[in-house]
């Protein structure tokens, strides 16, 4: 695969780019947010590495700016630590969130991961085109016609989260069911991680995501997509 590593630190693009490599990825680098903006934008990679703290353009921004234009997975990698950070990075569309210092291991198998849920979503449900409501899913377009009939364009992990909900329309689905349908392994922290891309997921295809009518939160038991 084709990964772009953004990083202003050189030896950490260094060290990431010689595990990628090893793994037996093709990788390229930009020194800042607006670098890799120019680059996507040229030549899509298969999967970007966003560092947050940069100058011109933070990896935030340009995570911003990217999802804008196309649906490539991102991982933000970050001193910080924080929740916020987190959240804020899954909120502008990251698929992953890495905090520094990592294991080399545990970049690889998130990098992995990521790659896998990207490639393989498509593959193993190509056939299957959901439709509740008026709501039409559409795997080969990767997007979601909505009963107004308009058309709202998804991440993977967002087209992956709403086709666990409509296919289980009418149902509670829990969001421990919801993390592995979805993402496929644990993640610490998990029910935020969730909770992040519902929000965004309303954001989209709610004509009010404060009084969501579809995507409908059960009270400590976890999410339903109405059928009606």
């Known amino acids: ?27 390229t680098a930009a020194r800042d947010g607006q670098e890799a903006l120019d680059m996507v934008e040229k030549d899509p990679p298969d999967l970007i590495i966003m560092d947050v703290m940069m100058p011109r353009m933070d990896g935030l921004e340009a995570t911003r700016r990217i999802r804008q234009i196309m649906n490539v997975p991102i991982i933000i ?12 990075g899954l909120q502008l569309g990251a698929d992953d969130y890495l905090a520094k210092p990592f294991e080399p291991a545990e970049l690889l198998a998130r990098v992995q991961a990521v790659l896998r849920r990207s490639e393989g979503f498509l593959s193993e449900d190509i ?20 009963p107004d ?10 087209f992956k989260l709403l086709h666990c909900l409509m296919r289980n329309a009418g149902r509670v689905v829990t969001p421990t069911y919801l993390l592995n349908s979805t993402w496929g392994y644990d993640y610490e922290g998990e029910s935020n ?24 939160t059960v009270r400590r038991l976890g999410y339903k997509f109405a059928k009606e």
């Open 1 to 27: 695969m084709k990964i772009l590593v953004c990083d202003d630190d050189q030896p950490s693009v260094k060290m990431i780019s010689y595990l990628l490599r090893e793994e037996g990825h093709l990788v």
């Open 149 to 158: 009939g308009s058309v709202v364009s998804l991440t993977t992990i967002e």
């Open 127 to 146: 056939e299957t085109r959901v439709s509740v409501g008026g709501f039409h899913l559409d795997p080969v377009e990767h997007n979601v016609v909505l």
């Open 193 to 216: 991680q969730i909770a992040v891309y519902i929000r965004r997921l309303r954001n989209k295809i709610e004509k009010d995501p404060n009084n969501p009518r579809y995507i409908v």
């Open 77 to 88: 990698l970050s001193a910080k630590g924080e929740t916020s950070d987190k959240v804020a």
